[in-house]
């Protein structure tokens, strides 16, 4: 047996030791071969594919610590809508599946978020490529598995940023805002916000108002605190729907944008000297924390399980503190949103964090 895997989309940490723990699975386990592709399906498309041996790496004990992906990835390279060099757009994903033969493939690993899901799922849909898929992503928004490789590392980031900026807040008599990541969901700043005392935590799923935030700050001064944490996702918008926008075409400002919005909006209202603190990729990279790594290695084990029962097209996920698997078909059902009744919320409100309402 000779099996391939492939990380795709954005990176975070625990990708490599996803991998270590497939090489590690399939070698000493079943005595299988493991190839690694470069760059996602990218690496597929190519003649000859651009794949790595990985056999050896059954003794690199170090991937378990490493940051990103030895195997590198892409996100704008879908293989059913690619972008060729003359600016037109082209289905490779003919080219992909051909790569995956001249490999000698038996069955293929993917990990990836819900984005890349999809995109395999396609592939397989087409005949001919055996698919496991691992979940990644730092957002967590994957549907149907409580965590996705790569959210606990960024949010212990998230977390050590509070803790930095909680006593130079103090400090300074300042509201110091954090914008996280989260592209569309708002887990990152949920968690972050309730492990490291945030008193605002604003999420794309709530929608907040300026006024009564700016109440809460007020509030919080009357008690007798000369400083706040505020923390927001990257995805959420201005109090009155619109997105941040930049220059006279009005293009959205994707990192910064809400950040630097609410600290003026606040500055003004408050009368309060804020700064704004802009995390992005910090978020992806670095060293994955344990329960990453935990995550990473039970999902490559169990992946590679998988193919030895011949159970394709299904996706490894967590629940209840174990890993299942579910099909690919239920995953990619888009993003896996923050439940806004569910204990995390009522957690952080529970605590006095301002997060606003759901939408009505
Ligand atoms: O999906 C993971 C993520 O890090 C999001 O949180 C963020 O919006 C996006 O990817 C960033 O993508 P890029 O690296 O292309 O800027």
Redesign the pocket.
């Known amino acids: 047996m000779r099996i391939g895997i492939l990380t795709s989309?954005?990176d975070?940490a625990g990708l490599n030791a996803v991998i270590l723990a497939v090489v590690r699975r399939a070698v000493l386990g079943y005595g299988w071969d493991v190839v690694g592709i470069r760059q996602g399906t990218h690496g597929l498309m190519q003649d000859p594919p651009q794949a790595i041996d990985l056999n050896d790496y059954v003794n690199n004990d170090g991937m378990l610590r490493l940051g990103g992906t030895i195997l590198g990835t892409v996100?704008k390279g879908d293989p059913f809508h690619y972008p060729m060099p003359d600016g037109s757009f082209a289905d490779r994903s003919a080219d992909v599946i051909a790569g995956y033969h001249k490999l000698g493939l038996d069955a293929l690993i993917g990990v990836g978020?819900d984005g890349s899901m999809a995109i395999l799922h396609r592939l397989a849909e087409m005949g001919g490529i055996n698919l496991v898929g691992i979940p990644k992503?730092?957002?967590n928004d994957l549907a149907l598995t409580e965590y996705s490789v790569g959210f606990t590392t960024a949010v212990n980031v998230a977390v050590e940023a509070l803790d930095r900026l909680q006593p130079t807040a103090a400090s300074h008599d300042r509201i110091m805002i954090l914008e996280v990541?989260?592209?569309d969901a708002g887990h990152?700043a949920l968690f972050a916000g309730v492990a490291g005392g945030a008193d605002a935590i604003l999420i794309p799923e709530m929608d907040y108002d300026l006024d009564a935030l700016t109440e809460h700050c007020l509030n919080i001064r009357k008690r007798g605190r000369n400083h706040a944490l505020v923390i927001v996702a990257?995805?959420v918008k201005r109090d009155d729907g619109a997105a941040v926008t930049q220059g006279d075409d009005g293009q959205k400002i994707?990192?910064g944008g809400i950040g630097h919005w609410l600290a003026d909006e606040l500055g003004a209202r408050t009368g309060w000297e804020t700064r704004v603190t802009v995390l992005g990729?910090v978020?992806?990279g670095g060293i994955p924390s344990p329960r990453d790594r935990v995550i990473a290695s039970a999902f490559g084990v169990h992946a590679v399980d998988l193919i030895a029962q011949k159970r394709f097209d299904r996706v490894v996920a967590w629940s209840k503190r174990k890993v299942i698997d579910v099909a690919m078909a239920d995953v990619i059902v888009g993003p896996r949103l923050v439940d806004t009744k569910g204990t995390m919320v009522s957690t952080a409100k529970g605590l006095g964090a301002y997060l606003g309402h759901p939408p009505e």
Request: contains cysteine; aromatic residues 6%.
């Open positions: 989309g954005g975070c996100n978020g992503t730092i957002d990541m989260g592209r990152i990257e995805a994707r990192y990729h978020q992806r």
